[in-house]
């Protein structure tokens, strides 16, 4: 992905940009709205970061600006301003995602990979490899070292998702938001609780553990060839 970050805060700015290059992405940056906009209309971006609050243009003028020009980028807003009425009104303006700040860059990392793949129509694949797991996503199979396993949908569901993302951090917030639907936390402990199920289903017989529990951060599906 071509990335242009436009926040003027620069150690989130670098923070960010220094982490989609380790993930092999690339990232520009403007520090002022008015710069910003110029630069997203010259084009060449397949997503765009904006802060809400910035020197030179206000981050929902300058999306209102760039829907008036048709320019169709996929936009996230990063905002401390994390409340429902901030975030509506970011959507509202023709925003695509909303997050807010503090953030965990692998939930970014999501959501940018996300709105990227909404654009393009959906990913092109039709099997997720990850080590000795194997998913086939028209058949809905899935295998490990060859051995077939049986999983609910949303079993399924959300092994696709720690597929997609394997390897880095996922939160139990965006589970819930992008296996469930849900927008809000609900207080259930349906995620541990397909968790516990999925853990069993993938890892039980095999001496490599792939599906971990980060403490205090989330869960992170490992490469167990790796």
Known sequence: MHILIIEDDEEIASYIIKNLTEHGHSADHA??????????????????????????????DLIAKLRQQDINTPI??????GDLDNR???????????????F????LLARLEALTRRRQGGTQETVLV?????????????KRDGTPI??????????EYFMRHSDQV????????????????PQ???????ISRLRGKIDKGFDVQMLETIRGAGYILRDADA
């Open 130 to 142: 990850v080590g000795s797991l194997e998913m086939n996503l028209l058949a809905r199979e899935v």
């Open 170 to 185: 996922v939160t139990r917030e965006m589970l819930l938001q992008n296996v469930w639907d849900y927008n809000f936390d």
């Open 76 to 81: 996230l807003i990063l905002s401390s301003l």
């Open 88 to 102: 509506v009104m970011g959507l509202n303006a023709g925003g695509d995602d909303y997050l807010a700040k503090p």
């Open 31 to 60: 520090m002022r709205g008015d710069e910003g906009c110029d630069m997203a209309m010259a084009g060449g971006y397949q997503v765009l970061v904006i802060d809400r609050m910035m020197p030179g243009m206000d981050g929902l």
């Open 150 to 159: 049986e999983l609910q949908p949303r079993e399924f569901s959300l092994l």
């Open 104 to 107: 965990a860059f692998s939930e």
């Open 188 to 194: 259930t402990n349906v995620v541990d609780v397909h």
